[in-house]
């Protein structure tokens, strides 16, 4: 049965609509710099720590649309961005890395630069807007250090979800019998084995 997976998953959903609605909510967080942070890049990249690089990347995928219908920006760069970078952290975690904070935190700055700069290229830089530099610095960057923030606090909250439903897999020790020579066994075990042959 894999109802616990399922589980899992219907809380990372809450989660994400919890952050949403805190994150769209005036006055809940305070505005740094006149900026508020993107509290799905995080969860996204926490969620992929402990599950699979297939839902890894459709989870990050849903966290970007729902990022770029929330701001208005162009609708999939955020989503392209965020479930490359959560794939490819499954996937590395997966096959040699086991999952620690520190990978999360590292992976989440990725993250963070990533789509406030890829928004900046698109909104500022491509479109020549005067005082590019002066908004980079103070607002997209800020952006990006404010989510990268809150890391640790949804890291732990996911850690929390993945942890409920997650059932521990128990290794089964099978211990073989060492095979004895003929000439070594005793008479007895000899007679037994002629009265019950393998």
């Not at 630069?113 to 530099?133: A, L, P, Q, T």
Request: hydrophobic letters at 45%.
């Amino acid at each position: 049965m894999q109802t616990g997976k399922y589980y899992r998953r219907i809380l990372y959903a809450a989660e994400l609509v919890v952050l949403f609605l805190i994150e769209g909510t005036p006055g809940v967080l305070p505005h740094l710099y006149n900026v508020k942070p993107l509290l799905l890049v995080p969860l996204a990249v926490s969620a992929a720590a402990f599950e699979t690089p297939l839902f890894s990347l459709y989870f990050g995928v849903f966290c970007g649309l729902v990022i770029d219908s929330a701001s208005g920006g162009v609708m999939g760069l955020t989503s392209i961005i965020i479930g490359f970078i959560c794939y490819y952290e499954s996937t590395w975690n997966k096959k040699y890395i086991k999952n620690n904070i520190y990978l999360v935190l590292l992976y989440s700055a990725a993250a963070c630069v990533c789509v406030v700069e890829m928004k900046f290229f698109v909104f500022c830089f491509i479109r020549r807007y005067v005082g590019s530099d002066i908004l980079l610095k103070d607002h997209y960057l800020m952006r990006a250090l404010y989510t990268w923030a809150f890391t640790p606090i949804v890291y732990l909250i996911t850690l929390a979800a993945s942890r409920c439903f997650r059932k521990e897999k128990r290794k089964i020790k099978v211990k073989r019998r060492k095979h004895v020579p003929h000439s070594q066994r005793s008479s007895a075990s000899r007679r037994r084995a002629k009265r019950n042959p393998i």
